[in-house]
């Protein structure tokens, strides 16, 4: 398994740090992964979804820590890369229909996709 590709789209909360796509072998995305900074520094969680008893249960896991570890590492230093470029905490998440800057009117590219999918925009 080769992770091709990391998105990392920061976010200006205590706990929450960014929200990751990533790719694996160019041809599977895993989105809504979260980078969460607890009492023991950043880690990632894995998508979620909430079930009707109120507990929360992963979509898509690894199998093995060999595997969670891989991604961990990928997706951390991603995002440290992120900051040291100068990530503006006045950013945000890109909403549906807007490109980068919020406006909504960037022409449409085959190669933009959206922050939570491999969805061209």
């Not at 929450?16 to 520094?41: E, P, Q, R, T, Y």
């Not at 507990?55 to 820590?65: G, K, M």
């Not at 040291?84 to 909403?95: E, K, V, Y």
């Amino acid at each position: 398994m080769d992770i091709t590709e990391v998105r990392v789209f920061p976010v200006d909360e205590e706990k929450l740090k960014a929200f990751v796509s990533i790719i694996i072998d160019d041809c599977f995305v895993v989105s809504d992964i979260k980078i969460i900074n607890g009492n023991n520094g950043l880690f990632i969680s894995m998508p979620s979804k909430k079930r009707k008893n109120g507990t929360f249960r992963d979509i898509a896991h690894p199998l093995n820590n060999e595997t969670r570890k891989k991604i961990e590492d990928k997706v951390l230093t991603r995002y440290r890369e992120i900051l040291a470029q100068g990530f503006s905490s006045t950013s945000r998440r890109p909403r549906e229909g807007e490109d980068e800057q919020g406006s909504g009117s960037a022409p449409e590219r085959a190669d933009s996709l959206h922050p939570d999918d491999s969805t061209p925009v």
